[in-house]
């Protein structure tokens, strides 16, 4: 993972600034957040939370939010993007996704894993990460697991230049089939999730499943329009996309997506 953790800790002001570009992405997740999650102040652990941006958020709603990341540099920033939003986090804690033991079980009424199922190669690592997490949450808790779609990376190749697709036809076609990225192109090393295995995955870790949701809806690339508008003409957009992000046949179309389950009630 140390890969992973510098690209972080050199990129904390690019994560935050990226669900700033990524309108549809950041509202689509955040309507998700507060369908499903219980009323606040429920207590609540952003695992992989980047630089706070979900955590921050729902600790202005009252929640009590922990924020977890493999990243020294995102939890930093998001000690200073909390302190100048006048809101208060339980806590910013420097951990792996994968080893989440100093936590007590069932302490959490919900977890977020919205990062890093990104970097886990294998199956059995991603599995792992949401048993770590369904190990945090109570009974009838929720897990909201995000996960990059296999197409995106191919979507984000055509819009930057990356060459593989041209230069390096084996990469592309190995990519394609496996989902794991790490020629260091554009990306720390990553995995990229097609939409048919999210949900197997989420139910072999032990979740009932909820929903499964394309987080760009029908917008993935095509948002700067709709982000110029404000008011009523914005929300009317906002509005439909969410309802468009739930569309099955979507899914490929989304650059993320979000899988939200429940673990069984005792």
Known sequence: ?????????????????????????YENSLRALTEFLPPAPARLIDIGG??????IALAGMGYRVTLVDLSQGNLDLAKQKAAEAGVELDGFIHANALDLSAFPEAG???????????????????RSALGQARRLIAPGGLVFAAFITRFAAFRDAAVHGYTYVQDDPAYAEKLLATGVHD????????????????????????????RLMGCEGILAGHEEYVKSLTGPARDSWAEINYRMAQEPSLLGAADH???????EAR
């Open 183 to 210: 020629n260091g192109q554009g990306f720390a090393d990553a995995y990229f999730a097609h939409p048919a295995e999210v949900v197997p995955l989420g139910e072999s870790a032990g979740f009932t499943t909820l």
């Open 50 to 55: 980047g630089p706070g941006r979900y955590a």
């Open 1 to 25: 993972m140390y890969n992973v953790e510098d690209f972080y800790d050199r990129n904390p002001q690019e994560e935050w600034d990226r669900l700033e570009r990524h309108w549809a992405e």
């Open 257 to 263: 997506l979000l899988y939200i389950g429940q673990k």
């Open 108 to 126: 959490f009424r919900a977890a977020l894993l919205m990062g890093p199922l990104y970097h886990l190669h294998t199956v059995e690592e991603r």
